[in-house]
């Protein structure tokens, strides 16, 4: 399943981007998603998670200020990300939870810098 993600763009610390991740079919409902990132020069993490029930979670660096969330009759998953942060800089993609690795699309990217 191709995933396109979209959203990403340069933003002052203390800013609020949302990311979208769209499928060509509906998947979402009946997966976990995640979110994951990929710093310069750092290993790719997963950040946050959304089950097909609906429970979420995150990674702790991100707790508070990110929210993912899916909307299935739009066959999207989203993140929002607020009060953002230097460290937050990085790749954003979104796969599935285990990854799919045919499944990696080609990010977008969240610069976060005054």
């Known amino acids: 399943v191709q995933l396109v993600e979209s959203g990403g763009g340069l933003v002052q610390p203390g800013g609020s981007l949302r990311l979208s991740c769209a499928a060509s079919?509906?998947?979402?409902?009946?997966?976990?998603m995640g979110w994951y990132r990929q710093a310069p020069g750092k290993q790719r993490e997963l950040v946050a998670i959304?089950?097909?029930?609906?429970?979420?979670d995150y990674v702790d660096s991100v707790k508070g200020r990110f929210t993912i969330s899916r909307n299935n009759a739009n066959n999207r998953v989203y993140l929002q990300m607020n009060n953002l942060k230097p460290e937050d800089t990085a790749v954003y993609y979104c796969?599935?939870?285990?990854?799919?690795?045919?499944?990696w699309g080609q990010g977008t990217r969240v610069t976060v810098s005054s």
């Open positions: 079919r509906n998947i979402f409902s009946m997966n976990t």
């Open positions: 959304i089950t097909s029930g609906g429970t979420t």
């Open positions: 796969n599935f939870l285990p990854v799919v690795e045919g499944s």
